[in-house]
């Protein structure tokens, strides 16, 4: 993907906060890299890759490193050297890692087997936070983790051949209609699910169509065609325009707020040749 060279300021901002945390690419000294979003080593590893820097940077394989290191023989992700490891630490590694290049690691086979192990009863993927029996929505698997799972598996040979990936994306075409806040996060399609946000850190309407765009279940469906529907009559002169960017994120030129922005109308291109294909 190409981005215009009037972002590398942004770049240049991002990379100048590499240390912040007390270590380098922006995790903590004890690995953490999970801590002060928008600017942790997930979140920089996503938007680093929306602003063109080379998987085969050193900097890109640093952070690579970093998430690896968290790696357990199971193919769980855990955020921190203690504590619980749920779904959405391991999916969202996955993701970051897949978008870096690493897809079809020897790691990374093992990680898709152990999400796939442990797919919620719905077909989606819920963190335990809390236990079952509060409510049928509690209950529910989260949409959001169930997002950012396929988002890695869009990158493997599981997607549109393996029958579970598509009940999970039932799941979130299933929360189009009902778009109740469902499991134990909470997670609703409300006012600001539908503002578009950028770049894909969050459970929202632009990364919920990209993500969808890849799986054969989902691109002729009607839901799915009514949310690409929603996102398109969000463009102004045929661009994404940014209606909420992370307020931390609000300075840098690529995804300032009410403004286009060429690196998310990039991705925007890319759900249109999805859906064609």
């Not at 051949?161 to 999970?168: G, I």
């Not at 690409?228 to 995804?255: D, I, Q, S, T, Y």
Request: aromatic content about 10%; glycine content about 8%; hydrophobic content about 40%.
């Amino acid at each position: 993907m190409a981005v215009p060279k009037q972002y590398a300021k942004d770049v240049e901002a991002i990379i100048g906060r590499r240390h912040q945390h007390g270590a380098d690419f922006w995790a903590t000294p004890d690995g953490r890299w999970g801590k002060g979003s928008p600017f942790s080593t997930f979140d920089c590893a996503l938007t680093l890759t929306e602003l063109g820097m080379k998987r085969t940077d050193p900097l890109m394989k640093g952070i690579a490193d970093t998430l690896f290191a968290s790696w357990r023989d199971d193919g769980r992700f855990p955020p921190a050297p203690k504590g619980a490891v749920h779904p959405c630490h391991t999916a969202n590694a996955a993701r970051a890692l897949c978008r870096l290049g690493y897809a079809r690691d020897r790691r990374m086979e093992r990680t898709f087997e152990q999400l796939l192990e442990v797919l919620h009863e719905d077909g989606g993927w819920r963190c335990r936070t809390v236990k079952m029996g509060r409510s049928p929505e509690t209950d529910a698997s989260n949409p959001g983790v169930t997002l950012a799972a396929l988002d890695a598996f869009r990158f493997t040979s599981y997607a549109n051949e393996d029958a579970r990936l598509d009940n999970a994306v039932e799941t979130l075409l299933a929360h189009w209609q009902t778009r109740r806040p469902l499991g134990p996060c909470h997670f609703g399609i409300g006012t600001l699910f539908m503002q578009v946000e950028y770049p894909f850190l969050r459970y929202n309407l632009f990364y919920y169509v990209h993500v969808l765009s890849h799986f054969e279940a989902a691109k002729n469906d009607t839901r799915f065609r009514q949310a690409l529907g929603a996102l398109k009559e969000k463009l102004v002169a045929g661009m994404v325009v940014v209606e909420n960017p992370n307020r931390r994120l609000a300075k840098l030129a690529f995804c300032r707020k009410g403004m286009p922005s060429a690196a998310a109308t990039e991705r925007y291109r890319e759900i249109v040749e999805n859906v064609r294909a």
